[in-house]
């Protein structure tokens, strides 16, 4: 079995762990029609707007 040679020290090990939990972080687009914080490629919630047309309509 493989074994490491030398021991990671907790500085490099704690680098790898943030970078890791920052790539899965899930990516927030803005809303081009209202400029609200949306996931990318759905629809926003906040104007019912996708890819410029009105999908949803938003009881205001
Ligand atoms: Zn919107």
Redesign the pocket.
Known sequence: MAVPKQKRSRSRTHTKRAKIYRAVSVPISK?P??G?P?LPHRV?L??G?YNGKQILEIAE
């Open positions: 809303c029609n209202c609200q949306k926003c906040h104007c707007y």
